[in-house]
């Protein structure tokens, strides 16, 4: 089976926020099984199961939910690798979140990352494997740290306007506001950074063409040397993009990735899967991102997933779930309805907020 990684230079973020809040960062990598000895060396790879040890861990000992948007606070350029490197040369705000989504699995191979431009917005998706759990706390440390770091970076745009998370609403939905200083939507289909779409096309001030494309070029072989160990990962990034433009065909993701069919489908034996199950597994798993998106009907979740009439989405979702699309959309509303009336204690998370004390930390 294919191993889903973090890269171990980003656990010391975790480690420093810990020691800097006086826990004893050592003692919870000992509990987790991640040697300290590894955490400079990014060349190194922790199992996203290992490191949800360790987050657990950091939630229990320190009692604290927002822990991860502290962790945000700790993390340091060179814990991603190059990458924010290269996003800082890039020439606009879009090149920069495309590297994004071409890099991301540098840092961790639990998620895929879409850029998702429709309907007048445009939003950084970030979609968990199927694969592994991956714990909502890390998902909240990394978005915090691609909040702080775009701020820093581009502070005479500001271009996000939110953050979504899908996690329930908090007992303390300000702290979250505060921390990443924008409006927070809890109980989102997907976690999710949105940005101004009118800053797509700004031209960056650190931008530089040469710089961007001698790191795409070290960043590219870090992860050709990752995806050498994680076919189905690779198998699913192809699957994804392109889904969209109907059926997904065995033998032009082969093509993509410089395969035969015969190789493909014997190298994905080695790790216990085939391309069926992995085309029917992604597209499981967007359906139910799409149908909880209020804004995407059935038959553009049907169309966006590759399906040629609504019919055939209709029997695959049956086997899925045992109901129809429709009907489940309907029980997930009823859910939600259900969660917002037990959270109604919770008033006063529609107040404004004071941003007064946290704008000048964020200044360069």
């Known amino acids: 089976m294919q191993t889903i990684s973090t890269i171990a230079t980003w656990a010391q973020a975790v480690t420093r926020a810990l020691d800097a809040s006086g826990y004893s960062s050592r003692a919870l990598l000992q509990e987790a099984g991640i040697s300290p000895d590894h955490l400079h060396d990014s060349n190194q ?3 996203v199961s290992t490191m949800s040890c360790l987050w657990r861990a950091v939630r229990r000992v320190t009692g604290d939910e927002c822990f991860g948007l502290r962790v945000a606070e700790h993390a340091c350029p060179t814990d991603f690798h190059g990458l924010l490197f290269a996003l800082q040369t890039s020439l606009t705000v879009a090149d920069a979140l495309e590297r994004v989504v071409r890099f991301s699995h540098i ?7 879409e850029l998702q431009r429709e309907g007048g917005r445009c939003l950084m998706l970030y979609r968990p494997s199927s694969a592994v759990q991956t714990e909502q706390i890390a998902t ?8 702080r770091f775009t701020r820093q970076s581009w502070s005479e745009l500001n271009p996000i306007i939110a953050v979504e998370l899908s996690r329930p ?31 797509m096309g700004r031209s960056l001030r650190t931008g530089n063409s040469e710089l961007a494309s001698s790191l795409d070029t070290v960043l590219m072989g870090y992860l050709q040397r990752l995806q050498r ?4 990962e690779q198998v699913r990034s192809v699957i994804v993009r392109q889904l969209p433009q109907g059926e997904v065909q065995q033998t032009a993701v082969a093509d993509e990735l410089g395969m035969s069919v015969r190789n493909l489908h014997r190298h994905l034996l080695k790790h216990a899967t085939s391309f069926k199950e992995l085309l029917d597994d992604t597209r499981r798993q967007l359906a139910f991102d799409y149908l909880r998106q209020s804004h995407c009907s059935v038959n553009e979740a049907c169309y966006r997933l590759g399906f040629n009439e609504p019919s055939s989405f209709n029997r695959a979702f049956r086997r899925w779930t045992g ?3 429709g009907q489940w959309r309907g029980s997930q ?23 007064s004390n946290w704008a000048p930390a964020l200044a360069v």
């Open 45 to 47: 790879r922790i199992p």
């Open 107 to 113: 840092i961790t191979t639990s998620a895929n990352m």
């Open 140 to 147: 909240e440390a990394l978005i915090a740290s691609a909040v």
């Open 169 to 199: 609403v908090p007992a303390n939905p300000a702290e979250w506001e505060r921390s990443l200083g924008c409006p927070v939507r809890f109980e989102a289909p997907c976690n999710a950074i949105e940005y101004a779409p009118q800053f």
């Open 229 to 232: 160990n994680n076919l189905p």
């Open 323 to 325: 109901t129809t699309p």
């Open 333 to 355: 509303a009823q859910e939600r309805a259900s969660a917002s009336v037990l959270a109604l204690p919770v008033v006063a998370r529609e107040r404004p907020v004071d941003f």
